[in-house]
């Protein structure tokens, strides 16, 4: 069934929406795996280094930022994985999705309105779009 | 968590691969049920059927398609019922989900260029938008 779950991730509301419902998928089999992937973009790393110019401190930042999603992980004693990836979040998530071989994606939707999307691109539409995998988007 | 399941499905290739999906899906939740959304097109209806199996629009490998699904959902024991619906297919996919509370809409994409779906918007893309429930979207 979905054995191997890749869930992307920001720390945000909505993904740890998507992370309940990966959650679920998950828990029917104990072999499955979720991976994690948390896709830092050049904004929020220039934002973070400015921040916190200690490259040990800017990690653990990210780390905690997925940290609600961990806990529900671990409460629900799953095999996981944290990959932290660099670059635009649609493409990098893509990339990496598409190199390796799982059976579903999971993936939030912020909800943009039609300007918002036109002007930034929604990393859900991208995702589903180039994604080889099945993509479900949580709004 | 996915007890109502709809399957938007109208026996073409690209929709196929949705089936095995949402059995996967329907099997997850105790006393889940499949609804299927056959959405004929304005184009479609135009020919003024009166005979549904007997449209225009549904040809011989559609027909087989559709055969074949319910095969499988049988054999999975999988609780489902076709619906048929007139209008745009996006529209009363988004319609039906949100006024029957479906807790996951399972579609295909049909896979366009980049450019196709620039000109011609994919459903897919506008179902992911508007609809208040997870959509899985299968390649």
Redesign the interface.
Known sequence: ??KKILLAADGSDHSVRSAK?AI??AE?SPETEITVVYAVDGQTSKVDILHHYDKKVVDELRKRRLEPIENLLIEKNLKYKMVILHGEPGPAIVDYANKRDFD?VVVG?RGLNALQ?MVLGSV??KI??M????????? | MFKKILLAFDGSEHSFRTVAKAIDIAKLTQDSKVEVLYVLSDETSKSEVINLWEAEGIKEDRLERFKLAEEAAAQNGIDYEIKFLRGEPEEKIVQYANENSIDMIIMGSRGLNPFQSMILGSVSHKVMKRATCPVMVVK
């Open positions: 069934m979905f419902k679920y998928l029917q579903i939707s999307e859900s539409h589903a779009k994604a080889k995998a099945p993509v479900m988007i949580i709004k």
